[in-house]
């Protein structure tokens, strides 16, 4: 089966979140199960410089406002994985983020950048852009590359089928509706039951519309996203597919994020070795001026800043932490104001709290196997990555019980436990259960390194979610489900 992944980011090349490590392991992971597994990426600036041995395929000429547009076939770098890229210097090749400007700001062309993505996407399915290889299926992940979904339905002879994977529903790429004629789709997708969505344009809807399969990133997201608190106003558009809408926990990249062999930590560990955590613990405190006390509770968060992410209650809560004995290490960025406040409290609390705004990869291995626990208090979270890595890494996590938190982390009062979970957005529950870890770990050793032990021995590969995909595949591929199913607004 040849399958087609279109995405707006890959690690290493782009990262913003958690998509661009599923993007760089699923393909991968898919590839070792015999699928013959191809990319789609933007000619970002990073991924241009990243891709190797490149070589034009076709030369496509001036569309979407650009006016030289090529498709490149290349290489991920380090592995044989091939990888079609899209060189439109007008559109692409600028600096800031895949989305917008080192201000925050999204580019203006946002609609032009992403319907290019999908409209080329379409067309290797279609046979009609690489001579040498079309895809069976299209795989495309998050809005900037639903539009593929829609362009594969308009397709008159299309036998190719699509399916879309939503990582998160609060980004649906919404754009002004006097901008459909930019899109290249027939006139008929002009509507609710297309991509019209309150008077605007929703790449979101292209892949829910039209997709033959709707994937997303946990078993209980997919339930929640059904639900008018966690669908952004596109509930009734999951409900009316939900014959056709499965979740798929994601995995992690069992060799990147292994204790065992990670180059980038001070001491390699495992379950036989588990000493080398206590080394890592130490050199982190030392590496980021924490105190050294081996009583504290070294508690990590690596996430966007964002309310999402609940990290507006950690804040809240942090007085009563630290007062508690609890050192907190932050490493992220995103809104502007808890930005600030995180340094604020770095500030305020020296040797107890230290935050690194912006994302380093190898730091953030360093700070996973050196933390105690690792907390992701999210109001909603499809999915969540960073408590897998703590699991991995024996640092347990602290959650709320919602999407893939609720799927991965089970409470230390249950027989299964390998982490603490809290239900309410508020501070008062996150802090309750910050220093329920805290005590245990301070009063019951044994429990706590059990519960260390539960986790890094779990299986949380990606050979699983990628041989279920793959079956998803092959039900699409059956004809089993049809896209383009009418919803209200």
Request: aromatic residues 6%; neutral net charge; hydrophobic residues 45%.
């Amino acid at each position: 089966m040849r399958v087609l992944h279109v995405a707006a980011e890959v690690f290493p090349l782009v990262k913003t979140g958690g998509l661009a490590d599923v993007v760089a392991a699923l393909p991968a992971a898919q590839a070792q199960q015999g699928a013959e597994v191809r990319m789609l990426l933007p000619g970002l600036p990073s991924v241009m410089d990243g891709v190797q041995h490149a070589r034009p395929v076709i030369d496509i000429g001036s569309c979407f406002g650009a006016l030289r547009v090529r498709l490149l076939l290349a290489r991920m770098p380090g592995t044989a994985l091939p990888v079609y890229v899209l060189d439109a210097p007008y559109l692409y090749r600028r600096a800031g983020s895949p989305y917008g400007n080192h201000a925050g700001e999204e580019w203006p062309d946002n609609l032009q950048r992403f319907a290019l993505l999908g409209w080329v996407a379409a067309h290797l399915a279609a046979d009609d852009a690489d001579l040498r290889w079309r895809a069976d299926i299209v795989h495309a992940h998050d809005w900037h590359a639903a539009l593929a979904c829609a362009h594969v339905a308009d397709h008159p002879a299309g036998e190719v089928r699509s399916v879309f994977t939503i990582h998160n529903m609060a980004f649906q790429g919404l754009f002004p509706l006097h901008d459909w004629p930019l899109l290249g789709l027939a006139s008929r997708h002009m509507s609710p039951a297309g991509l019209e969505f309150h008077g605007q344009l929703s790449f979101m809807k292209a892949g829910l519309q039209y997709a033959h399969r709707i994937t997303t990133v946990s078993p209980t997201y997919a339930r929640e996203i059904a639900t008018p608190e966690f669908g952004f106003g596109l509930d009734g558009a999951i409900r009316s597919r939900a014959g056709e809408v499965v979740g798929i926990l994601n995995g992690v990249d069992a060799e990147l994020w292994n204790p065992a062999t990670d180059a980038a930590i001070p001491e390699r560990y495992d379950l036989k070795r588990p000493q080398g955590k206590t080394t890592c613990r130490r050199a982190l405190q030392a590496e980021l001026g924490l105190a050294v006390d081996e009583k504290s509770l070294v508690l990590a968060v690596i996430s966007r800043l964002s309310a999402q992410k609940g990290l507006d209650l950690l804040l809240a809560a942090l007085p009563q932490l630290v007062a508690a004995g609890v050192q907190l290490v932050v490493q992220g960025g995103g809104d502007a104001s808890l930005e600030a406040a995180f340094r604020m409290a770095q500030e305020v609390h020296p040797g107890r709290v230290h935050v690194h705004i912006g994302y380093d990869e190898a730091r953030a291995h360093r700070i996973i196997a050196g933390a105690d626990a690792i907390a992701v208090p999210s109001r909603f979270e499809p999915c969540g990555l960073t408590q897998m890595y703590g699991l991995r890494y024996g640092t347990l996590p602290i959650v709320r019980r919602v999407g893939g938190l609720a799927d991965t982390v089970h409470d230390a009062a249950t027989a299964l436990g390998n982490g603490f979970v809290f239900d309410e957005a508020t501070p008062t529950a996150l802090a309750s259960a910050v220093q329920r870890a805290a005590r245990l770990r301070a009063t019951e050793p044994q429990a706590w390194t059990l519960m260390q032990e539960r986790g890094m021995a779990a299986d949380l590969a990606w050979a699983g979610s990628a041989r279920r995909y793959l079956q998803l595949y092959q039900e699409a591929a059956g004809g089993l489900a049809g896209p383009g199913s009418e919803v209200g607004r």
